[in-house]
């Protein structure tokens, strides 16, 4: 059975930094892209950043020269670097993955349980 778990959120002042991490576990043969999405109370669950196996990344613009996604293929991880953080940030942020599991011949896609980041002074 596949899992996410995402690790390092919490509150934050304004223009200061958090780091998210997200691993994932389980019986995996590969994984394909990763991101990370948030939603904030009473918005829609947007992308913030993803990035596929070959490092290609895309962000989204609100978070543009701000935010680095990053993973590690080794340990089957995704981070997420904020920087410069701003209270309009503040927003459940969860992330998932596109992951072929192991024994199976397709892709399925995964989202972790979510972690909390509140910016305020």
């Known amino acids: 059975q596949v899992q996410l778990v995402e690790s390092g959120g919490g509150l934050v002042q304004p223009g200061g930094s958090l780091r998210l991490s997200c691993a994932a576990s389980g019986s995996i043969f590969s994984i394909n892209t990763m991101g990370w999405y948030r939603q904030a109370p009473g918005k829609q669950r947007e992308l913030v950043a993803s990035i596929t196996n070959g490092g290609s990344t895309n962000y989204a613009d609100s978070v543009k020269g701000r935010f680095t996604i990053s993973r590690d293929n080794a340990k089957n991880a995704v981070y997420l670097q904020m920087n410069s953080l701003k209270p309009e940030d503040t927003a459940v942020y969860s992330c998932?993955?596109?992951?072929?599991?192991?024994?199976?011949?397709?892709?399925?896609?995964?989202w972790g349980k979510g972690t909390l980041v509140t910016v305020s002074s």
């Open positions: 998932n993955a596109d992951i072929v599991p192991s024994g199976r011949r397709y892709v399925m896609n995964y």
